[in-house]
Every structure is written in C-alpha cells, then in structure tokens.
C-alpha cells in the first residue's frame, strides 16, 4: 500500500491575498520558509523515498525543504499544479469575490470553468491521475507530493467519495500534511488530513 504524504506549500506574499494559480516568480516568503523548515522537522524521521512537486517554485522550494533531511532530490509532476485559472490568475481576491462566477466556484466548483483557464473537473482529473501512477510506481513506499490547497482538496475528495461541489468544506492550511494510503486493491483510506501539529512515533505516526 502506497502512502502518499500530499503536502500544501508554504505561504507567501500572496498567500489569503491573491489567486495566484501558475503566476510565476512567486516564492516563500520568510514566513513559509520557516513553515517549510518546520514540515521538513516534522517529517525528517518519516521513512519517506521520494518528494514529487508542482512545477511552481513555491512548490519546489518547499519540496527541496522536505526533501533536504532524506538526502532525495524533487521530481516535478505538472498533474499535481495547481489549477490554471486562466484570466483569473494572480488577481486580488477581494476583487474575485464580487464577481458573479464567484458563488458557482464556492457552491458549485464541478461546473466552473475558468475563462481561459480549465475547468475544476479537469484539475481534479489529472491531479488524481498524477497520484494514482505515482502509487502504482512507488508499491508499498512513502512518498510526499507538494502541492496547492485546491489540488489536494480535490484529490481527498475524489478518494473519499465525495462529490466536487462539497470540495470546499473542507480546508487545507499552508505547509499541512495529509496522508492518503492508496493500495493497489480495497479502497483508499485517509490517516490525517490538514495536520500542522506534531507527528508522534520514529516513523511520522499514521504510516508517514
């Protein structure tokens, strides 16, 4: 059984502020490089043997973090990016909220397509195809893919069932972690979900 370790990155100057999507040359900020440094603590005795990423470099930069401790280097999976929101990108978000397609992304995400951008849906498939192949290739190891809140919000949804338009009832803080075990056969099981306190035991507690 697979134990996919799906961990947000770090905050930065943008973080709660702006829709930041694939906006480039946006990095941690001192705040989330303490935050990454503190994840990387966290799971330094966790029996991990990969760190994947998106290829954004908030992404990459708190993967590296994560990685350093286990002597790995990060490979970069564009399925676990974060969603393109097109014309969306990099906007203020109190600016976004006072748009009507606002409400169809908080009550019904599965039917939002952002203009110029893709469609929920269409994240959430390729982010949980990104996952899947990333367990089949790993069997029965540890492995942490860094990615964004909305990305690993869908992926937890689609592996517990849960329909897209209840995604966001759940919430994913910066540099959290949630453990996905994904066997090759039964169904998925969460360990933790949107955790930022300690991980008890030598090896991460929660099979980490």
Not at 121 to 148: K, M, N, P, Y
Not at 158 to 168: A, E, R, S
Not at 191 to 206: A, E, I, K, M, V
């Amino acid at each position: 059984m697979a134990t996919l370790v799906l961990v947000r990155h770090a905050t930065t100057a943008s973080t709660g502020r702006r829709l930041g999507g694939w906006t480039p040359g946006v990095h941690l900020d001192s705040a989330g490089e303490a935050q990454a440094e503190a994840t990387a603590a966290r799971l330094a005795d966790a029996p991990i043997t990969a760190v994947y990423s998106s290829p954004l470099e908030r992404t990459r930069e708190t993967a590296r973090a994560v990685a350093r401790p286990h002597g790995l280097r990060v490979r970069t999976r564009r399925g676990l990016g974060e969603v393109d929101y097109g014309d969306w990108t990099d906007k203020p978000l109190g600016q976004l909220r006072r748009r009507k397609a606002w409400a169809v992304v908080q009550a019904t995400p599965s039917r939002m397509a952002f203009p110029g951008g893709e469609t929920i849906r269409g994240a959430q498939a390729r982010a949980v195809d990104a996952t899947e192949a990333l367990a089949a290739e790993h069997g029965d190891e540890t492995i942490v893919c860094v990615s964004h809140a909305d990305v690993i919000k869908a992926v937890v949804a689609h592996h517990l069932g849960m329909p897209l338009d209840t995604f966001q009832r759940l919430d994913v803080a910066p540099a959290s972690v949630t453990l996905l075990h994904l066997p090759a056969t039964g169904h998925p099981v969460l360990g933790r979900f949107n955790d930022t306190g300690p991980l008890p035991g030598s090896n991460g507690g929660g099979g980490a």
